[in-house]
């Protein structure tokens, strides 16, 4: 059995009394590698490791921050086939898709390098000749990172090539299904020489480690992705010692077909946008809005294409959909589809769990659901899982009423030609993120974040960098 061990003040460690963490290839169900689980003790040291290396790490000039940055890019793009292989087997995804997860991976890497040359202040015309007036871009401290199975490498690089461009050393806790890329990424950072402290990693009990991490005032920022329901329980918690808060959380995002859309370019788009990653992405479109006019003409297409994925084990060439994460994710696919059904959904193809020689009982059909009701689950719930939900709408008001309906904001979607249509509907959507006949919106270069409870702050961009500066107003005397 490979054993893959923590990361902590520039040593790889094995110390713990507890159980080891199983890590299990969803498509097959066999145990990969072992973990160790943190204890609390490991922990500290990780923040204190991380608090002893902040001054100095801030104190580097931007350059030479900047060049590690590089150096760690350039050995995952190196690294491509191994890094994307062990990716697919701890979490699923078809193999291409995996590819380009480590290659936007080390894009967040590359570009926040860079764009720590040009963390620039200000300076501030003062009211008398007495005094110069300047305002300092400071790095806040230590940042926690809290990241998601969905992407295991990216959600992670999202959060450290900013903080470290800004100065910041992180204390990186993956999601327990998926740290071996996370380790990896590790690896990589030992490797090129990372001053110790500066990168930590912990693996372990979830709710124990982010408690830990959130009552320690060494510790000051949270950067979380997940669900919402745990990021609202980590800004309570961040609030007993008023962190830094940045939250990427669940998404329920619509996608609108209007009558004067390329269709052939809309249906492949929902192809694109819901069925990448199996349904398990946040920003996968989770309901789709058809105006009435083309309603049938987008079923049909729909339908074919849909019945035309591919699924099976994510490193067999040709697959386009792996298995779920675990056994929870497809029973929720399969409540959302029977609740649609039961209601007066009318299944047009998929709906069943899939049974495949040789795999786990991990996948899932992609399916496609026509009307169910508006208090379906599949209607209130982000599923995260290949099923997507179709209605009908007549007018832009209602397509927009229908859209904006609900808790969430973090990305929506619409296929339309006309351009005043275009901008009507891009600025009436009340979401983070619109993608206006494009169905992957996300780069490195663009803020990526949601509004309502999608979550606060935003990563990627430069905005991703002010997530981890505070401005510091400086008074000279000179009189
Ligand atoms: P999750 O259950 O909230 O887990 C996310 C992370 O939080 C994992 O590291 C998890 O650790 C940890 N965690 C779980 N319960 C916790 C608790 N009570 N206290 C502290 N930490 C806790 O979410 P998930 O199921 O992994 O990810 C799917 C969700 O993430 C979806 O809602 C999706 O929309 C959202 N997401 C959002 C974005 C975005 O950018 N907005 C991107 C990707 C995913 P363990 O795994 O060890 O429990």
Not at 192 to 210: D, H, K, M, Q, Y
Not at 267 to 288: D, E, M, P
């Amino acid at each position: 059995m490979e054993r893959w061990p923590l990361y902590i003040d520039g040593a790889f460690v094995w110390e713990t009394d507890r159980p080891a963490l199983e890590v299990v290839n969803p498509a097959r169900g066999d145990v990969i590698a072992e973990v160790p689980t943190a204890t609390p003790d490991l922990v500290d040291r990780a923040v204190a490791a991380a608090d002893r290396a902040f001054a100095p790490w801030a104190a580097k000039p931007a350059r030479e921050r900047a060049e590690l940055l590089l150096r760690a890019a350039r050995l995952m793009r190196d690294r491509l086939d191994e890094l994307a292989t062990l990716l697919t087997r701890e979490q699923g995804k078809p193999l291409a898709e995996a590819r380009g997860e480590i290659q936007i991976s080390a894009e967040y890497l590359e570009w926040n390098a860079e764009e720590a040359k040009r963390l620039y202040g200000e300076t501030i015309p003062a009211s008398t000749s007495q005094k110069r007036l300047f305002a300092l871009r400071q790095p806040v401290g230590v940042a926690a990172a809290i990241t998601p199975w969905n992407f295991p490498s990216s959600m992670i690089t999202r959060k450290i090539g900013p903080a470290l461009a800004a100065g910041c050393p992180v204390v990186v806790k993956p999601a327990s299904a998926t740290p071996l890329s996370a380790i990896a990424l590790m690896k990589i950072f030992d490797e090129v020489g990372f001053p110790p402290g500066v990168v930590n990693l912990v693996v372990g009990p979830s709710r124990e480690i982010a408690g830990r991490l959130l009552a320690d005032r060494r510790v000051r920022k949270i950067s979380f992705t997940g669900s919402t329901e745990v990021g609202k329980e980590l800004m309570r918690q961040a609030a007993d010692t008023m962190k830094r808060v940045s939250l990427e959380l669940g998404g329920h995002a619509p996608f609108l077909i209007f009558d004067d859309a390329d269709l052939e370019a809309a249906v492949s788009g929902v192809i694109a946008s819901k069925f990448r990653n199996a349904g398990q992405t946040c920003i996968c479109a989770n309901r789709l809005y058809v105006q009435r006019g083309v309603a049938d003409a987008v079923e049909e297409l729909l339908a074919k294409k849909i019945a035309a994925l591919r699924v099976g084990d994510g490193l067999e060439p040709g697959v386009e959909i792996g298995p779920l994460i675990d056994e929870q994710a497809v029973a929720k696919v399969d409540r959302h589809v029977q609740d649609a059904v039961a209601h007066g959904g009318k299944l047009v193809v998929g709906g069943t769990r899939l049974e495949m020689p040789g795999l786990s009982r991990q996948f899932y059909a992609p399916t496609l659901v026509l009307d169910p009701p508006k208090t379906a689950l599949v209607a209130e719930e982000e599923t995260f899982g290949p099923l997507i939900p179709m209605w009908t709408f007549d007018t832009e008001e209602e397509a927009l009423a229908l859209a904006n309906n609900t808790p969430y904001g973090l990305a929506a979607y619409f296929y339309a030609t006309d351009v005043r249509r275009v901008v009507r509907i891009a600025e009436g959507l009340e979401y983070g993120i619109v993608g206006a006949n494009d169905p992957v919106p996300t780069v490195v270069q663009a803020p990526f974040g949601g509004v309502k409870e999608s979550g606060v702050g935003r990563e990627g961009g430069h905005q991703g960098l002010d997530e981890y500066t505070y401005w510091k107003f400086l008074s000279l005397g000179i009189g």
